[in-house]
């Protein structure tokens, strides 16, 4: 008999447009036709009929609690204070913890999976709860989030207009490892997306037992398109009020694109996502650089895009983004943390470059190498389909149930 499994997710998994959602749904979809599903979720402003009714065929129930506000005082005074990580105090609710209890006494569930660290505290409030049969709760951590903020803290010394945003991250660094070490520890099984993230944990509780499911793609909706793509156009993806995006973005803008735009002065940098933070304003006004915002296909930017670029600088976990341009068979320049995760080679799937200059030089070589974009494409999308396809990935799950 197949377990019946239990989602606790922060935000309805619908539309599957940003990182832990993308996971979640697609997660849940392949997982549907072998095991029953149900889904307690926080809804973040109103909801929309169509996200739930989508969610529906994949689960026998979807139950929504609105996300609890928290004021900028509010936040202000925690993030000072509280022994609780900013993360930890997101979405405390006992509204969701009353309707947590009457889905666990009305269902008898064999698994409850609990997505992303601001979930955490409801799989810790199960273990703590007298039930009449026993379940197990998976922790599907969806970044090291101790070693996120690390990498914020690092990154943002090093420039001064930034210095109180690395106190931030020092502060929420040090919390989130006593944090994540006792979600871990409290939890029955920890999940992860990469290796890289397993021994991040690992560095913090030696012995720890994670298991690696990796992000995917859906290889059947991003799929080369017949599309002509445009010699001059660089696209980078992603939900733009996101730290290491913002970073991200304004690195490439400020440090890469001008070196660019010496060689190619036609290039132009399409930054495709939805809320761009109050720092990329500045960029509306600058030369060959469009910000989208919201757009309800991606496909065909990406398609567009003579090279598609990652210049991350911080961050954890898999790039989503990434495997959806390696599908579509995009010449990639990426840094090397854009690609952690992904097991790739330089010069093979896509290039590596760490510095400006080196990451201009790499995307002026593919902006004017058509033939090398189309080889480097190739070998994405057969890296894509061969080990990041959803369908192939869903199983390795299925075999933490199963143990």
Not at 66 to 71: L, Y
Not at 78 to 95: E, K, N, T
Not at 313 to 335: F, H, N, P, W, Y
């Amino acid at each position: 008999m197949s377990p019946k499994l239990l989602f606790l997710t922060p935000d309805l998994p619908y539309p599957p447009h940003q990182g832990a959602a993308i996971r979640t749904f697609n997660l849940i979809k392949n997982l549907a036709p072998r095991h029953e599903i149900h889904l307690l979720s926080f809804i973040q402003g109103r909801d929309s009929p169509d996200r739930t009714n989508v969610l529906s065929e994949f689960c026998a129930r979807v139950n929504t609690i609105p996300a609890p506000h928290r004021s900028i005082a509010r936040r202000a005074w925690s993030v000072l204070f509280s022994p609780s990580p900013d993360m930890a105090l997101r979405l405390p609710s006992p509204r969701f913890t009353n309707q947590l209890r009457i889905c666990l006494k009305g269902e008898r569930f064999d698994f409850v999976q609990v997505e992303a660290i601001e979930m955490a505290q409801y799989g810790i409030a199960i273990k703590e709860m007298s039930l009449p049969y026993q379940l197990r709760v998976i922790f599907d951590n969806i970044n090291a989030e101790y070693l996120l903020q690390r990498r914020a803290f690092e990154t943002d010394l090093k420039q001064p207009t930034r210095w109180l945003a690395a106190l931030y991250s020092f502060i929420q660094w040090r919390k989130l490892e006593g944090y994540e070490s006792h979600a871990c520890t409290r939890l029955d099984k920890t999940v992860v997306v990469s290796q890289a993230d397993a021994e991040a944990l690992q560095m913090l509780l030696p012995g720890l037992e994670c298991t690696v499911v990796p992000n995917g793609v859906d290889t059947t909706y991003f799929r080369p398109t017949e599309e002509d793509e445009s010699d001059s156009t660089l696209v980078f993806t992603g939900k733009m009020d996101f730290r290491p995006n913002v970073d991200a973005v304004l690195w490439f803008a400020q440090e890469v694109l001008p070196l660019v735009r010496r060689e190619i002065p036609g290039a132009l940098l399409k930054v495709v996502g939805r809320n761009p933070h109050p720092r990329l304003q500045s960029l509306r006004q600058a030369a060959g650089i469009f910000l989208t915002g919201y757009v309800d296909d991606v496909r065909p930017y990406i398609g567009e895009a003579a090279v598609y670029v990652v210049p991350l600088r911080v961050g954890g976990g898999t790039r989503l983004k990434l495997l959806e341009a390696m599908s579509m068979s995009k010449a990639i320049v990426t840094t090397s943390l854009g690609c952690e995760g992904i097991v790739t080679e330089h010069n093979r799937e896509l290039l590596f470059a760490d510095d400006p200059a080196a990451f201009a030089a790499a995307t002026v070589e593919l902006m004017r190498d058509r033939e090398r974009r189309r080889a480097l494409g190739e070998a994405a999308r057969k890296l894509a389909v061969s080990r990041h396809d959803w369908r192939s990935i869903t199983p390795l799950l299925e075999r933490v149930y199963e143990g």
